[in-house]
């Protein structure tokens, strides 16, 4: 005999029951001598299939067996309290449906116990603003059961940075093993169309003046290294594949993917670990050493924020000649591949300067930001550095600004830098910036999600957001002139 099912819908209280064919007909009474020996027959063969199921040991109709209602109820007051605190509700919500030692399998691997489940739960919460599940149906048989989940996020995950256009999310599965009404095993969605998550601003202590800033790709083969880098202002570190090893001279500040927010790293930790989702902000005038030490590719994005080369901040431990990390993020054209001693190839995705920040103090935002099918990154006036790279999909890019010239020969001959052009399209792996005073749109054209990942900066409460008018006139006027802002993007 098969064992039975349970199929419970989101938010209904029973269990889901056929309905009858429209085009049934319907039967006459029978006479009631044949009804009395349709109920006799009836608990005749039920009490046989029970004594026979009893025999054969099936699961099904073992005295005992789990509750399927029961067991329903657990699931649903899960994701009650997974939503609870995805809101920054209290992490021991879950106790209640969970077991203590609770073996969670992941995409990006498993995690035991029910303390670091909260946690990640925790972190999700705190770096993807308004996210939650939404449980769609769920089918229980035993010990067991299977859920369609639907995921939702916020649509403006960080001061003045709007998603706009309709969210597509696909359902998807998870899997539970229950034990004594509480979970013990869960098997998680697997999360390979991504999701947005942002890191706290991170202060930056910079300088007076002109700023530079590069976006690079780092490709280490196993065994490469780049070594001895001393940089002329900070270097974020972010890992997109394999694992890199990073030695520093000095402390930096560090934002892991299973935690919330920055920390300052210590001397203990070092050489340090960095895998994909985490991130390492190296202050300028550090030395720090990349590794790749594993049997198989790793690479990292890399972004150089520094002064122009002829004008290094007095307090600066560099020389005017071009340091190394500087030559290494403006060597050649953008999207020419350089390898350099130790084995590395960098290749310079996108390039900006901002000469209009006059401030000294800035913020640093990191935001990776799903776009499903048609969503756009709304435009808004940039205040400071934005670099964002496609990390999957196409994205087609606006910039624009009324005193800058759309030709690539107007481009600033001492530094490379070319005005804006017509909207760009942004293949996998392709990259763009924007500096004070461009207006800048990205919108996912293509079929499916797309991965951005976006790096900005600007002055405190103002990274990312559109600021006032009377500020851009302010920094327009003196000392600086946004009209001489220059693009240089791949």
Request: with cysteine; net charge negative; aromatic share 4%.
């Amino acid at each position: 005999m098969a064992s039975e099912l349970t199929a419970v819908r989101a938010g209904a209280g029973g269990v889901a029951r056929p309905r009858p064919s429209a085009h049934a007909q319907p039967s006459l009474s029978p006479p009631r001598v044949a009804q009395t020996m349709a109920v006799v027959l009836s608990c005749v063969t039920a009490l046989a299939l029970l004594l026979l199921a009893l025999t054969l040991g099936n699961p099904g109709m073992v005295a005992g067996e789990p509750d399927t209602t029961a067991q329903s109820a657990v699931i649903h007051g899960f994701y009650d309290a997974v939503n609870g605190i995805l809101a920054g509700g209290d992490p021991a919500a879950i106790d209640r449906y969970v077991a203590p030692d609770v073996v969670v399998h992941g995409a990006d691997g498993d995690i035991d116990g029910r303390a670091a489940l909260a946690a990640r739960l925790r972190t999700f919460g705190a770096t993807s603003p308004g996210l939650s599940v939404h449980l769609v149906a769920l089918i229980v048989e035993g010990n067991r059961a299977a859920a369609t989940v639907e995921q939702s996020a916020s649509m403006q995950p960080a001061p003045g940075l709007r998603i706009e256009g309709p969210a597509f999310q696909p359902a998807e599965t998870e899997q539970f093993r229950l034990v004594g009404g509480q979970i013990a095993e869960y098997w998680q969605a697997p999360d390979d169309r991504g999701t947005t998550r942002v890191l706290p601003p991170a202060p930056l202590s910079l300088w007076l003046g002109a700023k530079q800033a590069g976006l690079a790709r780092f490709a280490f083969p196993p065994g490469a290294e780049v070594d001895d880098l001393l940089a002329p202002g900070p270097h974020l570190i972010l890992p997109e594949s394999g694992v890199l090893t990073v030695s520093l001279d000095g402390p930096a500040e560090i934002a892991r993917a299973d935690a919330v927010g920055w920390r300052p790293t210590t001397s203990a930790e070092s050489p340090l670990t960095l895998r994909p989702g985490d991130a390492l902000l190296v202050p300028a005038d550090v030395v720090h050493t990349i590794r790749n030490r594993t049997a198989a590719g790793a690479s990292m994005l890399g972004v150089l924020l520094s002064w122009r080369m002829t004008s290094p901040p007095q307090s600066s431990r560099m020389s005017p000649g071009p340091p190394t990390l500087f030559s290494m993020y403006n060597a050649g054209p953008i999207a020419e591949r350089n390898v350099w001693d130790g084995g590395a190839t960098i290749e310079a995705l996108a390039r900006s300067m901002d000469i209009c920040a006059a401030r000294q103090d800035s913020t640093l935002t990191v935001a990776w930001l799903r776009l499903d099918a048609g969503q756009s990154i709304a435009a808004r006036p940039t205040v400071g550095v934005e670099l964002l790279t496609a990390q999957s999909g196409t994205l087609l890019v606006g910039q624009s600004h009324p005193a800058l010239a759309t030709n690539r020969d107007s481009a600033d001959q001492a530094t490379g830098f070319a005005a804006p052009e017509e909207p760009a399209v942004l293949m996998t792996g392709d990259g763009v910036a924007f500096s004070t005073g461009l207006t800048g749109s990205v919108t996912n054209t293509g079929n499916a999600p797309a991965m951005a990942l976006l790096v900005a900066t600007g002055a405190p409460g103002e990274s990312m957001a559109s600021p006032p008018a009377a500020s851009l006139t302010a920094r327009a006027s003196a000392p600086c002139d946004p009209g001489t802002t220059m693009v240089d993007a791949k």
